[in-house]
């Protein structure tokens, strides 16, 4: 299964696992005959060899990922694998994935198992990547590589080191991260030599990134002396020693060798314009990435009219409040209204909280006129760490685990003059309840799912759900105010600006400033925030802001189809607990579970 790692992120709810790439109209790798009686033998031979399948791939990301393994409590034995050759093998591993997925009869399987089923054929399709979505991927910006470093960081912290042994081990794991540094390098030589460079818009931050790493992840790296206690004084010496050169040689060698790699020349080379079409094959790799990330077969011209057409419809929504409230300047003349107002200003963080807490009691109790059931762990609001929040625009939701049995959503609390609370609502609501705790620890707590699904996470669907979560309280009545109301909007019209700006960047030719333009009409972020943004669209991540506000249009589409298919059969309940019940899912899956379920209702 194509895992493409250069996505590992942290996001507003949790570093996600990106898996591979999807197609809207689902087609099973072989067909059988549908005429052909189905027999319990033929039922508990294709469910035997679908759960082997589903738990061999698990096994699979078990070994390849540091994360995975950090989150089951396993120990980490090595670091991932950056380059071509590695890519390559998962391409092969997907082709035999896809051999397997062929010899099993899928009108035997039922349930879960189905729906398994369908995420692996969805997951291993041959969508055609190749070389091109290797080198067309920059893992040396500000949003890529520095997280997974953090990732391996967590690892070396959480490495035993009560003998020679598991001190030797850390040994070779910082040399492990020292060799991802190299692959860096090499990476970027390869793309040199290609013609292919990061353009120099983005240069900068990338730079500047990899500095304070420079500077930062020695002192990280090295062990106090308590934690090596267990150790003879001469093992802790020869440790200390082995490791001052792993870090001076390799660590900080190899950020002198990135840094030097993306210097004067390589800026003298950079393009000026952003994107993926200016690469050769890169509107391929874009269309690719948009199936990805998207799960929908939908082309870039489609979602940037989508997104147009959203933005329009918003902002007349978003004037009508301003005439209800007799407001007579341009929509940025209130959005800066607002931003200033002080009844949206919080005074400490202690006020930050408590605002956050009126909206989560004012959803509670009407919880059961939606949903079947909730998620048993609870959930709570804390503060960032304070050293944390400089480089978190806000904050993200942490689901429950066995260190940390409560789901919490940690909100940044610094520059509170800055921060207008007029739309709260809508963030505690797509954060916490109803949206991702309650997708999250529902997933996690149905433990009739292997693994593999337990852990999977499509961001058109995390973020979908968390968006559609965050538009329930409107028909709730829970927007209690206009200004209220029109904050919802102010998170709906940011997403759907990035439908358009996202392809008009990657695919449709437009520039850098043209998109912070379009953005910064409609968004209440400020000028600085809307620059990394659109950089973060447009040479780090593209097609991944697109998944929010398609996730969310598909749920809304599934729900609306079927209450006009059900009529009064329709129960808000049951549709609720279909999408949630077994987990995420590719957008295509989940529909067909929906057309499942509305052909149930019908008979």
Same mark, same amino acid.
């Given at each position: 299964m194509?895992?493409?790692?250069?996505?590992f992120?942290?996001?507003?709810i949790?570093?996600?696992?990106?898996?591979?790439a999807?197609?809207?109209?689902?087609?099973?790798?072989?067909s059988?005959?549908?005429?052909?009686?189905i027999?319990?033998?033929?039922k508990?031979?294709?469910?035997?060899?679908?759960?082997?399948?589903?738990?061999?791939?698990?096994?699979?990301?078990?070994e390849h990922?540091?994360y995975?393994?950090?989150?089951?409590?396993?120990?980490?034995?090595?670091?991932?694998?950056?380059?071509?050759?590695?890519?390559?093998?998962e391409?092969r591993?997907?082709?035999?994935?896809?051999?397997?997925?062929?010899?099993i009869?899928s009108l035997?399987?039922?349930?879960d198992?189905?729906?398994t089923?369908?995420?692996?054929a969805?997951?291993?399709q041959?969508?055609?990547?190749?070389?091109?979505?290797?080198?067309?991927?920059?893992?040396?910006t500000?949003?890529?590589?520095?997280?997974?470093?953090?990732?391996?960081?967590q690892?070396l912290?959480?490495?035993?080191?009560?003998?020679?042994?598991?001190?030797?081990?850390?040994?070779?794991?910082?040399g492990?991260?020292?060799d991802i540094?190299?692959?860096?390098?090499?990476?970027?030589?390869?793309?040199?030599?290609?013609?292919?460079?990061?353009?120099?818009?983005?240069?900068?931050?990338t730079?500047?990134?990899?500095?304070g790493?420079?500077?930062?992840?020695?002192?990280?790296?090295?062990?106090?002396?308590?934690?090596?206690?267990?150790?003879s004084v001469?093992?802790?010496?020869?440790?200390?020693?082995?490791?001052?050169?792993?870090?001076?040689?390799?660590?900080?060698?190899?950020?002198d060798?990135?840094?030097?790699?993306?210097?004067?020349?390589?800026?003298a080379?950079a393009p000026?314009?952003?994107g993926?079409?200016?690469?050769?094959?890169g509107?391929?790799?874009?269309?690719?990435?948009?199936r990805?990330?998207?799960?929908l077969?939908? %082309?870039?011209?489609?979602?940037?009219?989508?997104?147009k057409?959203?933005?329009?419809?918003?902002s007349?929504?978003?004037e009508?409040?301003?005439?209800?409230?007799?407001?007579?300047?341009?929509?940025?003349?209130?959005?800066?209204?607002?931003?200033?107002? *002080?009844?949206?200003?919080?005074a400490?963080?202690?006020d930050?909280?408590?605002?956050?807490?009126?909206?989560v009691?004012?959803i509670?109790p009407k919880?059961?006129?939606?949903?079947?059931?909730?998620p048993?762990? *609870?959930y709570?609001?804390?503060?960032?760490?304070?050293?944390?929040e400089a480089?978190?625009?806000?904050?993200?939701y942490d689901?429950p685990?066995?260190?940390?049995?409560?789901?919490?959503y940690?909100?940044?609390?610094?520059?509170?003059?800055?921060?207008s609370m007029?739309?709260?609502?809508?963030?505690?609501?797509?954060?916490?309840?109803p949206?991702h705790?309650?997708?999250?620890?529902?997933?996690?707590?149905n433990?009739?799912?292997?693994?593999?699904?337990q852990?999977?996470?499509?961001?058109?669907?995390?973020?979908?759900?968390?968006?559609?979560?965050?538009?329930l309280?409107?028909?709730?009545?829970l927007?209690?105010? *206009?200004?209220?109301?029109?904050?919802?909007?102010?998170?709906?019209?940011?997403l759907?600006?990035r439908l358009?700006?996202?392809?008009?960047?990657?695919?449709?030719?437009?520039?850098?400033?043209?998109?912070?333009e379009?953005?910064?009409?409609?968004?209440?972020?400020?000028e600085?925030?809307?620059?990394?943004?659109?950089l973060?669209? %447009?040479?780090?991540?593209?097609?991944?802001?697109?998944?929010?506000?398609?996730g969310?249009?598909?749920?809304?589409?599934?729900?609306?189809?079927a209450?006009a298919t059900?009529?009064?059969?329709?129960?808000?309940?049951?549709?609720?607990?279909?999408v949630?019940?077994?987990?995420?899912?590719?957008?295509?899956?989940?529909?067909?579970?929906?057309e499942?379920?509305?052909?149930?209702?019908?008979?």
């Amino acid at each position: 299964m194509k895992i493409h790692r250069h996505l590992f992120f942290v996001s507003a709810i949790l570093v996600s696992l990106l898996l591979g790439a999807c197609a809207q109209k689902q087609e099973s790798p072989v067909s059988f005959a549908t005429d052909a009686k189905i027999t319990n033998s033929d039922k508990l031979q294709a469910t035997k060899a679908l759960r082997t399948l589903a738990d061999d791939v698990w096994a699979d990301y078990l070994e390849h990922y540091t994360y995975l393994r950090l989150q089951e409590g396993l120990p980490v034995e090595r670091f991932e694998d950056w380059t071509l050759q590695e890519y390559r093998r998962e391409l092969r591993q997907a082709q035999r994935y896809r051999a397997r997925l062929e010899e099993i009869n899928s009108l035997a399987l039922s349930g879960d198992d189905l729906i398994t089923y369908e995420i692996l054929a969805f997951q291993n399709q041959d969508d055609g990547s190749n070389d091109d979505d290797y080198w067309l991927v920059f893992d040396i910006t500000a949003y890529q590589a520095p997280f997974a470093f953090q990732t391996n960081q967590q690892a070396l912290e959480a490495q035993s080191l009560a003998s020679d042994s598991d001190a030797q081990h850390y040994l070779t794991l910082v040399g492990e991260l020292a060799d991802i540094i190299d692959q860096l390098v090499a990476k970027v030589e390869g793309q040199i030599e290609r013609g292919i460079y990061l353009p120099k818009p983005a240069l900068p931050s990338t730079r500047l990134t990899w500095k304070g790493m420079q500077s930062g992840l020695p002192s990280a790296i090295r062990v106090d002396d308590k934690r090596l206690e267990a150790l003879s004084v001469e093992q802790q010496s020869q440790f200390n020693k082995a490791l001052e050169l792993l870090i001076e040689n390799r660590i900080v060698g190899g950020f002198d060798k990135l840094l030097a790699v993306i210097g004067e020349e390589y800026e003298a080379n950079a393009p000026e314009t952003v994107g993926l079409a200016q690469y050769p094959n890169g509107l391929a790799v874009y269309k690719r990435w948009v199936r990805t990330m998207t799960t929908l077969d939908l %082309s870039p011209e489609e979602i940037h009219q989508r997104g147009k057409a959203a933005v329009e419809d918003i902002s007349q929504r978003m004037e009508a409040i301003r005439v209800q409230l007799g407001f007579e300047g341009t929509a940025q003349e209130f959005l800066l209204h607002l931003k200033i107002d *002080p009844r949206f200003i919080a005074a400490d963080a202690a006020d930050v909280e408590k605002r956050y807490l009126e909206y989560v009691h004012r959803i509670e109790p009407k919880l059961g006129e939606y949903f079947k059931s909730q998620p048993k762990a *609870p959930y709570g609001i804390k503060r960032l760490p304070p050293g944390a929040e400089a480089g978190m625009t806000y904050g993200y939701y942490d689901g429950p685990k066995a260190s940390q049995p409560v789901g919490y959503y940690y909100y940044n609390a610094s520059n509170l003059p800055e921060r207008s609370m007029v739309w709260a609502g809508s963030l505690i609501y797509h954060e916490l309840l109803p949206g991702h705790h309650f997708h999250i620890a529902t997933q996690d707590e149905n433990k009739a799912l292997q693994k593999f699904r337990q852990n999977s996470l499509d961001t058109a669907y995390t973020e979908g759900w968390a968006e559609y979560a965050a538009s329930l309280p409107i028909e709730m009545g829970l927007y209690e105010t *206009p200004e209220e109301l029109y904050g919802r909007y102010i998170g709906e019209i940011f997403l759907a600006a990035r439908l358009v700006v996202d392809t008009g960047m990657n695919a449709l030719g437009w520039s850098l400033e043209e998109a912070r333009e379009y953005m910064a009409k409609y968004a209440i972020q400020s000028e600085t925030e809307i620059a990394s943004e659109t950089l973060r669209y %447009s040479t780090s991540m593209p097609a991944q802001a697109l998944a929010y506000r398609i996730g969310y249009e598909k749920i809304w589409e599934l729900r609306r189809h079927a209450e006009a298919t059900l009529g009064d059969k329709f129960d808000i309940r049951d549709f609720h607990h279909i999408v949630l019940s077994d987990g995420s899912k590719p957008m295509a899956v989940l529909e067909a579970k929906v057309e499942r379920y509305i052909a149930a209702e019908r008979d």
